[in-house]
Nanobody, 121 residues
Framework: VQLQAFGGGLVQAGGSLRLSCAAS????????MGWFRQAPGKEREFVAT????????GYVDSVKGRFTIFRDNAKNTVYLQMNSLKSEDTAVYFC???????????????WGQGTLVTVSS
């Protein structure tokens, strides 16, 4: 599975962005998909995950109620809708694929290249 994330950019605090992650390969629909982020000088952090069917999702507490992960298996794409953005959301965002439902980056076998989100206050 090859992943390509895009949709990052510069946005003011309180604004919205939608990230997309396009996957190649016919097995996309069998994978749990996750979004992670890494801010400068910090470790990579779990943001959100969605199981293969979209019936189960999980979020880090800091984004609950503001971010929504969803997927379109017909388009081999997973999305992260980010609303009410804060300066602390500034980071490089990565999408990743895992054969199991997990919030641990260690369980994700495939990673996209990352897309930068900058939130100005």
């Amino acid at each position: 599975v090859q992943l390509q994330a895009f949709g990052g950019g510069l946005v003011q605090a309180g604004g919205s962005l939608r990230l997309s992650c396009a996957a190649s390969g016919r097995t996309f629909r069998t994978y749990t998909m996750g979004w992670f982020r890494q801010a400068p000088g910090k470790e990579r952090e779990f943001v959100a995950t969605i199981n293969w069917s979209g019936s189960s999702t999980g979020y880090v507490d800091s984004v609950k109620g503001r971010f929504t992960i969803f997927r379109d298996n017909a388009k081999n794409t997973v999305y992260l809708q980010m609303n009410s953005l804060k300066s602390e959301d500034t980071a490089v965002y990565f999408c990743a694929a895992s054969p199991r439902y997990s919030k641990s980056p260690n369980d994700y076998n495939y990673w996209g290249q990352g897309t930068l989100v900058t939130v100005s206050s």
